[in-house]
């Protein structure tokens, strides 16, 4: 089972989701998208919540409101964290997310340290988890099919680019050899070089 939640903080809305345990996690970590942001309590159990950034977005320019409010259903989901004041929230962009087979599930590491931000936390804010909880729904999706689906689209939107691109560079140039022509037509015919029978010295029209 998953949970989403939509954060109306922004407009349009960000979407926050988790899986319900362990095992879910591990879904998600293997079936996220590029576009996922990954959130968790810094050295405590804790529920794993991402946030799917628009298109468009980046990792590095999601808004202050939207990181709290991921900070805070991290917070409020890890049971001694919500507990507790001043903790750390680590996030990074879900493809920095490194999982091996000998890890527990649930478990990850990071590919590039320089990738992970942290955000501190001061106190539980319940007016954010409340205001949450208010859009929280339940699903049973398939993960691997929503990510398989959403690549098949991507892969369509860069056929698509590619070939707008290829047809844009065959039309520049049909034009350029258009032009080159027209210059090299202009240049064959130029009048400081034609010459009539006036220029030969025969000024007669008797041609006897």
Known sequence: MVFYFESNVV???CHLYMGKDKHENEELIRWGWPEDVWFHVSDLSSAHVYLRLQKGQTF???P???LNDAA???K???IQGNKMKNIE???TPWENLKKTPAMEAG???FHRDDQVKKILVEKRNNEI???LNKTKKEDHPDLREQREKRDMEENKEKKRALQMQQAKEKDELKRKEEEAKIRNYVGFFKPDQMKSNYDDGNESDDFM
């Open 107 to 109: 478990q990850v590491a």
């Open 64 to 66: 202050t409101e939207v």
């Open 89 to 91: 929230v680590v996030y």
């Open 60 to 62: 590095a320019d999601i």
């Open 129 to 131: 988890v409340n205001r």
């Open 11 to 13: 407009s349009p809305p």
């Open 76 to 78: 409020a989901n890890s």
């Open 72 to 74: 805070q259903l991290v």
